[in-house]
């Protein structure tokens, strides 16, 4: 059974810095592109970062580039989110999704083409 659970959520002001993680499991993690994806209270789901599948190619959307950095961990099947200079327009409930595409050839700012998705775990950036 596929599974993606993220993590690593919380309060936090703003310019400050929060790393996200996201476990999976029941699928062979090292040829799946995977993202990060949130939703702002009020708002649809927003594509915020992809990497492929051996961690060498990555793209951000423009809100967040420069200041969040996505990777992985093939080994320990892991994504991950690393946010700094954080502000209140990132506050969001943010989500891994994956893609059935080991590469980044594929349209992934389009969120139907990921597959699985994550439950979400929410980031709140307040003074």
């Given at each position: 059974?596929?599974?993606?659970?993220?993590?690593?959520?919380?309060?936090?002001?703003?310019?400050?810095?929060?790393?996200?993680?996201?476990?999976?499991?029941?699928?062979?993690?090292?040829?799946?592109?995977?993202?990060?994806?949130?939703?702002?209270?009020?708002?649809?789901?927003?594509?915020?970062?992809?990497?492929?599948?051996?961690?060498?190619?990555?793209?951000?959307?423009?809100?967040?580039?420069?200041?969040?950095?996505?990777?992985?961990?093939?080994?320990?099947?892991?994504?991950?989110?690393?946010?700094?200079?954080?502000?209140?327009?990132?506050?969001?409930?943010?989500?891994?999704?994956?893609?059935?595409?080991?590469?980044?050839?594929?349209?992934?700012?389009?969120?139907?083409?990921?597959?699985?998705?994550?439950?979400?775990?929410?980031v709140t950036v307040s003074s």
């Amino acid at each position: 059974q596929v599974d993606l659970v993220e993590s690593g959520g919380g309060l936090v002001q703003p310019g400050g810095s929060l790393t996200l993680s996201c476990a999976t499991s029941g699928f062979p993690f090292e040829v799946f592109t995977l993202a990060w994806v949130r939703q702002a209270p009020g708002t649809g789901r927003e594509w915020v970062s992809v990497i492929d599948s051996t961690g060498t190619s990555a793209n951000y959307a423009d809100s967040v580039k420069g200041r969040f950095t996505i990777s992985r961990d093939n080994a320990k099947k892991r994504l991950y989110l690393q946010m700094d200079n954080l502000k209140s327009d990132d506050t969001a409930v943010y989500y891994c999704a994956r893609a059935p595409d080991a590469t980044l050839q594929f349209n992934y700012r389009n969120l139907d083409e990921y597959d699985w998705w994550g439950r979400g775990t929410q980031v709140t950036v307040s003074s």
